[in-house]
C-alpha cells in the first residue's frame, strides 16, 4: 500500500510523436501528470486533443518517444502491455474489441484470474445492467449491439479488480436509464485510481479531478467547477 | 480394441463406451462391430466395402455412430456409405476416422458419403479427422460428401480436423430442392508441411432453398491450405460463403470462391478474410494480463473450437 503523499500514478514529460509526410507530428507535447489512490480522474477536452493516446500511454499500448510512467514509485515505461495489466492497470477500449468464438464468461474468466462460478460471473454482468443468464454463454462477437460490446467491455475491467482502472468514454452508446447506473459504479470503485476519458457532464461532475487537454497539452487540472468555465471555452472555439 | 484405440474413437466420437443407438465401428479395413435398431438399418454393400444406413419415416431423435480407426501403417481403405433418411425424420449421425500411425508406411482413408434426405427429414451430421502417431508415415484422409436434399430437408453438417492429418483432400457436393437447407460448418488446423484442400459444390436447384457455408481455417508453420467453393443458384435462393482463415509462421492459405447466380432471383454472397491473427485481439487480451503467446493461443482456440 501507498504511504500517505504518495502517488499512485505518475507521468513525466511524457510526449509522444507520429510520423506524417516523413515529419514527426506532436500528439502530445510534455505531459505531467499525477494521480492519487481512491480518487477519480476525468480526462476532456476536444475531439483529437490526444486524450485517447495519453490513456493508451498509460496501458503501454503504444510507446512514448521521451518521458517515464511510474506506477506505485516504480518505472513501467518500458513495461509490455501484460507486464503493466498484472502490475494491476485495466483499460477499457474507446472502440470495444471483439472476437470469432471465445466466450463473454471466458473472458470474464481470464480477466478475473479465475474460473468463476455462474454467480461470479453474474455479478460483473448485472454491475453494467445486463441480464447475466441471456450473455454468459454467448460469444463475444460483433452479433452484439454497440451498447451491449461497451457494458462488457466496463464489465471486463470490473471483474480485473486492478489498481488503476481506465475506462476510454465508457459512455459512449449507453442508454441515459443505464448511465445514471454507470456513474454510481464509477463512483464506488473504492481504493483504486480511476481514469475516465469522457466528454460528459454527468461523469465530469463525479470527478475529483479533471484534466483538460486541448492540442497534446494540459490546458488545466482542477475541479469540476474550476474547469467547467475552460471547458465552454473550448467547444466555442471547435465551433 | 488396445488401450489406445479405445481413446482414439472416445476422441472421436465423445463416448466412453459403445452407444446404445445404431453403430458401426470400423477398424483397420473391417467391420468391428455393428448394432442395428428398429428404426435404423445398417446393411452391408454386397458389390464393395461399405454400409447402406437405413433411417426409417418419422425417426425422430435417434443417433448412428459410424467411427472408423486405423492404427496400422501402410494400410489404404476405401470405403462407400450410403445414408438414407426418411420423410420427416430428425437423426444425429456422427461419423469420423481417426488414424493413429506409428509406423514409417503411409495409411489413408478414402470416406464416399452419400446422403438421401427425404422430404422435411433432418440431419445434424458431425465429422471429426484425427491423426497421430510417432511414425513418419503419412496420415492421410480424403473424404467425399454427397447430399440430395429433397423437398424441406434440413442437413447441418459439420466437419473438424484439428492437427495431425498429413494431407486431405475434401470435397463436398450438394444438391438441393425446394425449401430445403444446408449448414456446413468447417473447422481446420494445419501445422508442420500439412496440406488441406477444401472444395465445395453446391447446386442450389430449389426454389427458397439455401446454403451457409462457414469454413474457419488456421494454418501454422509451413502447412497449406486450398478453399475452392463453387455455389450456383438456379431459382430464387440463397447463398452464403464465409472463409475465414488465420495465419501463422510461414503458412499459406487460398481461398477462390465462386458464386454462379444462373436465376436472377438468386441472392449470393462469398466473404473471405485471411490474414495474421488481429492485432487488437491479441492486445485486448494481452490487456486482461495474457502474454502475447498465451493470448495467440486463446483466440486460435475460440476461433476453432467456439
Ligand atoms: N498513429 C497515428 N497516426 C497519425 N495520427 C495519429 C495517430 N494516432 C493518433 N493520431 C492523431 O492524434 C490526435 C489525437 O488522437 P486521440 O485519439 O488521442 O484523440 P482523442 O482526444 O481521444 O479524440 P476523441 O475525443 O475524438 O476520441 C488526433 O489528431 C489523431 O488523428
Ligand atoms: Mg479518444
Known amino acids: ?239 | 480394441m488396445e488401450k489406445f484405440e479405445e481413446k482414439l474413437l472416445e476422441k472421436l466420437t465423445d463416448l466412453h463406451k459403445l452407444p446404445s443407438g445404431a453403430f458401426n465401428l470400423r477398424k483397420n479395413g473391417q467391420a468391428e462391430v455393428r448394432n442395428t435398431t428398429k428404426e435404423i438399418d445398417i446393411v452391408p454393400k454386397k458389390d464393395k466395402s461399405g454400409i447402406d444406413i437405413i433411417v426409417k419415416p418419422n425417426v425422430i431423435g435417434k443417433s448412428v455412430h459410424i467411427p472408423v480407426i486405423i492404427s496400422v501403417g501402410g494400410l489404404s481403405d476405401l470405403v462407400y456409405n450410403d445414408f438414407y433418411i426418411g420423410e420427416n425424420s430428425d437423426v444425429l449421425i456422427v461419423a469420423g476416422c481417426g488414424i493413429h500411425n506409428a509406423t514409417c508406411k503411409t495409411s489413408t482413408h478414402d470416406g464416399i458419403h452419400s446422403f438421401h434426405l427425404e422430404k422435411n427429414s433432418k440431419v445434424r451430421y458431425v465429422e471429426r479427422h484425427i491423426g497421430e502417431g510417432e511414425g513418419t508415415g503419412g496420415k492421410i484422409l480424403n473424404p467425399v460428401t454427397k447430399c440430395t436434399l429433397k423437398e424441406g430437408a434440413q442437413m447441418i453438417m459439420e466437419t473438424t480436423q484439428l492437427g495431425g492429418v498429413t494431407s486431405t483432400v475434401r470435397k463436398t457436393y450438394a444438391k438441393l430442392h425446394n425449401n430445403s437447407r444446408l449448414t456446413i460448418q468447417e473447422n481446420i488446423l494445419t501445422t508442420d508441411e500439412q496440406t488441406a484442400k477444401t472444395e465445395f459444390k453446391v447446386d442450389l436447384v430449389g426454389k427458397g432453398s439455401g446454403v451457409e457455408v462457414v469454413s474457419h481455417s488456421v494454418a501454422r508453420d509451413n502447412s497449406f491450405q486450398e478453399f475452392h467453393s463453387n455455389v450456383i443458384g438456379r431459382n430464387e435462393c440463397f447463398g452464403h460463403v464465409e472463409c475465414d482463415g488465420i495465419l501463422l509462421d510461414n503458412a499459406r492459405i487460398i481461398s477462390e470462391p465462386k458464386i454462379d447466380a444462373v436465376n436472377k432471383e438468386a441472392s449470393l454472397v462469398h466473404e473471405a478474410a485471411i490474414g495474421k491473427i488481429a492485432g487488437d485481439e491479441l492486445i485486448k487480451l494481452m490487456t486482461l494480463g495474457l502474454s502475447q503467446k498465451e493470448a495467440e493461443e486463446i483466440i486460435i482456440q475460440g476461433f476453432l473450437l467456439g
Open chain 1, 1 to 239: 500500500m501507498l504511504k500517505n503523499g504518495e502517488k499512485m500514478l505518475k507521468i513525466d514529460k511524457l510526449s509522444y510523436n507520429v510520423k506524417e509526410n516523413d515529419k514527426d507530428k506532436e500528439i502530445l507535447k510534455d505531459i505531467n501528470l499525477s494521480f492519487d489512490e481512491n480518487k477519480i480522474y476525468v480526462v476532456t477536452g476536444p475531439n483529437g486533443g490526444g486524450k485517447s493516446t495519453l490513456v493508451k500511454l498509460i496501458m503501454g499500448i503504444i510507446n512514448p518517444d521521451s518521458g517515464k510512467i511510474f506506477l506505485d514509485e516504480q518505472d513501467i515505461t518500458t513495461l509490455s502491455i501484460d507486464e503493466r495489466a498484472k502490475a494491476g492497470i485495466s483499460f477499457a477500449f474507446q472502440k470495444p474489441v471483439t472476437f470469432k468464438g471465445l466466450k463473454i464468461k471466458q473472458l470474464l474468466d481470464i480477466a478475473s484470474g479465475k474460473t468463476n462460478n455462474v454467480g461470479q460471473s453474474c455479478e460483473y454482468l448485472s454491475a453494467v445492467g445486463l441480464c447475466a443468464k441471456d450473455y454468459i454463454d454467448r460469444p463475444l462477437d460483433d452479433k452484439l449491439s454497440g451498447g451491449e460490446q461497451k457494458r462488457i467491455e466496463i464489465a471486463m475491467v470490473l471483474a480485473r479488480g486492478g489498481k488503476v482502472n481506465i475506462f476510454d468514454e465508457p459512455e459512449a452508446g449507453i442508454d441515459l436509464w443505464s448511465f445514471e447506473k454507470l456513474t454510481n459504479i464509477f463512483s464506488s470503485l473504492k481504493s483504486t485510481t480511476t481514469i475516465i476519458v469522457s466528454h460528459q457532464q454527468k461523469i465530469l461532475e463525479i470527478a475529483d479531478e479533471v484534466i483538460l487537454l486541448k492540442n497534446g497539452q494540459i490546458e488545466k487540472v482542477g475541479s469540476y467547477s474550476e474547469v467547467a468555465p475552460l471547458l465552454n471555452q473550448s467547444c466555442a472555439q471547435l465551433k
